[in-house]
């Protein structure tokens, strides 16, 4: 039988639900982390709904069988994307989620990290300005090893090129070494080690063009 055609398309606000469900199920190091959450939206409201919501916001999602099965999500700028973190999308979840929280509302110790992400106050100068877009990407185990990454890594790159910035990184987990590798296979280097993994990032030829 043949595979399912998988178009990847802009995301669209009403694919906030599938984010939510994507980001759970690769949380744990691109392994289904439904066991270890209490709250099956705590990831989702750190590491995917804010991009997509966010007015500068640039997403896609790789759908098959009109249901998002993937996605990458980014911004262009982190540091304006961090200001708005800070006035609009953290202080409805810091009253919700408020510190510190009891051990017992949450089922691991990667749930009370998500939790106290919440609480981190995020950088208001970026230490990075040669890479100021960031992203995260995930898919699900169905539509892997199928160049998908690749494909919605280039889509990525070649929308925020068109805006002229000049790179985009990411954080990558130390334990998942097929995301590392699938990152430097794309052109992406370490910027700096950290005791949970890596900064990678990965310079981008502006398309832009002059009025």
């Given at each position: ?23 759970l ?54 540091a ?5 973190m800070?006035?609009?999308?953290l ?12 051990p ?59 805006q ?10 130390a ?37």
């Amino acid at each position: 039988m043949a595979q399912e055609k998988i178009i990847i398309r802009q995301a669209i606000l009403q694919d906030l639900p599938y984010l939510y469900e994507i980001s759970l199920k690769t949380a744990d190091s691109g392994a289904d982390a439904r066991a270890l959450f209490n709250d099956p939206y705590a990831v989702g409201q750190y590491y995917a709904a804010p991009y997509l919501i966010y007015p500068e916001g640039i997403c896609f999602v790789a759908e098959q069988e009109f249901l998002p099965r993937g996605y990458i999500v980014s911004v262009p700028n982190t540091a304006a994307f961090n200001r708005w973190m800070e006035e609009v999308w953290l202080p409805p979840l810091r009253r919700r989620y408020p510190q510190p929280f009891p051990p017992a509302k949450s089922r691991s110790e990667e749930e009370r990290r998500i939790l106290a992400c919440f609480h981190e106050t995020l950088p208001a100068i970026d230490p990075w300005p040669e890479y100021p877009a960031e992203l995260h990407i995930n898919l699900l185990p169905e539509i892997q090893r199928r160049n998908l990454g690749r494909a919605l890594m280039e889509t990525l790159c070649a929308a925020l090129s068109r805006q002229g910035v000049p790179g985009v990184r990411l954080g990558v987990g130390a334990r998942n070494a097929g995301g590392i590798a699938f990152y430097r296979k794309v052109g992406f280097i370490t910027l700096r080690k950290e005791a949970w993994g890596f900064v990678m990032g990965k310079r981008l030829q502006s398309s832009a063009h002059a009025d």
